[in-house]
């Protein structure tokens, strides 16, 4: 299991997506331009100490991101999104999933959308946007991991 996260522009959700990703044994995948400076003062703090566990890959570019994907065929893009028509929880995760995550401001642009191999969302309220990112990552995630038996 690993997540990526498209083009993060908070830092403090990075820091606490990367935290969550050292805690749970999942490496991530930063696909940039970020819209901060990756060292910023906010992501070392909401990751803690725990940066330095976690297993990041940097990548200067979606392309670059996907080059380096497809050596893998084995690994499917998951996209977590508002726009998806699966409930996460009906879906199938596998052991090799890569969870994609959007940058919190504008989601991932049309090319994304039609990159991936499939589009989960989570159910929400009437009138209700969209969940915390870092809230929602962490929700699918641990369901990909219960029904994978990870950790």
């Not at 065929?73 to 998951?78: A, D």
Request: glycine residues 8%; charged residues 20%.
């Amino acid at each position: 299991m690993h997540l990526a996260l498209y083009q993060p522009d908070i830092p403090q959700n990075t820091g606490t997506l990367l935290r969550t990703s050292a805690c749970l044994n999942v490496g991530a995948d930063i696909i940039e331009p970020c819209g901060f400076v990756f060292s910023d003062r906010h992501l070392k703090r909401s990751g803690m100490d725990y940066l330095d566990l976690a297993q990041v890959t940097r990548h200067n570019s979606w392309d670059a991101f996907r080059t380096q994907r497809q050596a893998d065929e084995s690994r499917r893009l998951v996209l977590l999104t508002t726009k998806g028509a699966l409930k996460y929880t009906d879906f199938s995760f596998q052991p090799d999933d890569v969870l994609v995550l959007g940058s919190e401001s504008s989601g991932v642009p049309d090319d994304v959308h039609a990159a991936v191999d499939a589009r989960v969302l989570i159910p929400m309220a009437p009138g209700a946007r969209s969940l915390n990112i870092a809230v929602a990552a962490a929700m699918v995630l641990g369901e990909a991991l219960r029904q994978t038996g990870g950790l």
